[in-house]
C-alpha cells in the first residue's frame, strides 16, 4: 500500500517533476525491496546499476563496507524504465546519480523521509513512540522498511525450511553489516502482527489500570 500511494502520486506536469518524483519513489522502493539504508541508493551512481547483471554496486557506506548485490526482477525493470524515460526526457545528460534531484544535483534524504512520512499518513498507519518493557515502538521511518526486509525475508527462508543459522550469515552479507548478531537485532520482534498484538495488549492494561 505504501509503495502504492507513493507510485500513484508521481506527476507528470514537467519533465523535472516527473524524474524526480520517479527518483523519490525507485529509492524507497529499493529501501523496502533490498533493504538498502536511506544513505545507499541516494548515493548511487550511474554505472553502479549493471541492468545486464541486475546487480547494484553498493560503495563505502556504513563501517566502510562495499558490497555488490543481487535485486529482485520487478525492481530492475522499474529502475530500466525509469532510465529509458530519463534518456528520452533528457538531450544532454550529465547528472552523474542514479536517481537525479535537480540538473547536476542527487537527492536529498529529508526529501525521502517527507514522502515516506506522508504515504504512511495517508495509508493510516502512523502511529506514535511506545516503549512497552525493554522494547521501544517508535514512529514508523524509511529505516523500518529495512527491519521488515530482514523479518520478512527470515520468515519466508524459514518457510522453505531454511535454518536461520544458515540464512543470517547471508542476509547480513546482503544487508552490509560486518557480523550477523547485528542482524539479529531486527529480529527482536517477529512480525507487523505480533508487533500489533503487542501494542493492543498493552493499550489494554494501560485502560485496566486507568480504570
Known amino acids: 500500500m505504501l509503495l502504492d500511494v507513493i507510485c500513484g502520486r508521481i506527476r507528470r506536469h514537467t519533465q523535472r517533476v516527473f524524474l524526480k518524483d520517479f527518483?523519490?519513489?525507485?529509492?524507497?522502493?529499493?529501501?523496502?525491496?533490498?533493504?538498502l539504508r536511506i544513505s545507499e541508493p541516494l548515493r548511487?551512481?550511474?554505472?553502479?546499476?549493471?541492468?545486464?547483471?541486475?546487480?547494484?554496486?553498493?560503495?563505502?557506506?556504513?563501517?566502510?563496507?562495499d558490497r555488490l548485490i543481487p535485486i529482485p526482477l520487478s525492481v530492475a525493470r522499474q529502475i530500466?524504465?525509469?532510465?529509458?524515460?530519463?534518456?528520452?526526457?533528457i538531450e544532454h545528460d550529465i547528472n552523474p546519480y542514479l536517481f537525479i534531484g535537480g540538473l547536476q544535483k542527487r537527492l536529498g534524504d529529508q526529501r525521502i523521509r517527507v514522502v515516506f512520512h506522508s504515504?504512511?499518513?495517508?495509508?493510516?498507519?502512523?502511529?506514535?513512540?511506545?516503549?512497552?518493557?525493554?522494547?521501544?515502538?517508535g514512529k514508523p521511518t524509511p529505516h523500518s522498511l529495512r527491519h521488515?526486509?530482514?523479518?520478512?525475508?527470515?520468515?519466508?527462508?524459514?518457510?522453505?525450511?531454511?535454518?536461520s543459522q544458515n540464512v543470517l550469515p547471508v542476509l547480513a552479507a546482503y544487508m552490509g553489516h560486518v557480523k550477523y548478531q547485528y542482524t539479529m537485532e531486527y529480529l527482536r520482534v517477529v512480525d507487523?502482527?505480533?508487533?500489533t498484538r503487542l501494542l493492543n495488549f498493552a493499550d489494554i492494561l494501560r485502560k485496566k489500570s486507568c480504570d
Do not use: H, M
Not at 527518483?23 to 533493504?35: K, M, Q, T
Not at 530500466?80 to 534518456?87: K, T, V
Not at 520478512?152 to 527462508?157: D, F, G, I, Q, V
Not at 507487523?192 to 508487533?195: F, L, P, Q, T
Open 80 to 89: 530500466d524504465n525509469y532510465l529509458s524515460c530519463r534518456a528520452a526526457l
Open 148 to 163: 521488515s526486509f530482514a523479518i520478512y525475508t527470515l520468515k519466508s527462508a524459514i518457510a522453505r525450511k531454511q535454518t
Open 23 to 35: 527518483s523519490e519513489y525507485l529509492v524507497i522502493l529499493l529501501l523496502a525491496r533490498c533493504g
Open 119 to 137: 504515504a504512511v499518513q495517508q495509508i493510516g498507519i502512523d502511529s506514535p513512540r511506545k516503549v512497552i518493557g525493554d522494547t521501544t515502538f
Open 44 to 65: 548511487l551512481k550511474l554505472a553502479d546499476y549493471r541492468p545486464d547483471e541486475k546487480t547494484i554496486y553498493i560503495e563505502k557506506t556504513k563501517f566502510s563496507k
Open 192 to 195: 507487523a502482527e505480533s508487533r
